[in-house]
């Protein structure tokens, strides 16, 4: 794919897992259900990686490194993305949108509404 809308992606891949979950006769319900418990998947291996990183499992060792952390990381968002995008497909994007802003507001300020941000001290 080459949109640079990652929302289109994600709508893709959505609509493609739904499809397929339909076909099976798994109901909309048990999709979500289903998918937010991937989700679940993905922190975990997420956590799995970090727990590789810092070698703290002593039969393992360090078995991995920050870049795949953070690709385990990008795994959780993109499944919380499409998660999100098959329980509302006709908004996701703006639902985020909306939600971010309003959860966001409580850890950022408001801008000034005449000059520029400050700098943080």
């Known amino acids: 794919m080459t949109n640079d809308d990652p929302w289109d992606t994600i709508r893709s891949l959505a609509a493609r897992f739904s499809a ?5 006769g798994i109901s909309a319900e048990e999709q979500w259900s289903l998918q937010v418990l991937k989700l679940a998947e993905e922190v975990g291996e997420a956590a799995q990686a970090v727990i590789g ?3 703290v499992n002593p039969r393992k060792g360090r078995s991995h490194d920050w870049e795949q952390v953070q690709e385990e990381v990008v795994d959780v968002v993109v499944t919380g993305m499409v998660a999100l995008a098959r329980m509302r497909p006709d908004d996701a994007p703006e639902f985020f949108a909306s939600v971010l802003a309003r959860k966001s507001a409580r850890f950022l300020p408001d ?3 005449d000059g520029p941000v400050p700098a943080p001290r």
């Open 20 to 24: 397929l979950d339909t076909g099976r």
């Open 53 to 55: 990183v810092r070698a």
């Open 111 to 113: 801008p000034p509404a």
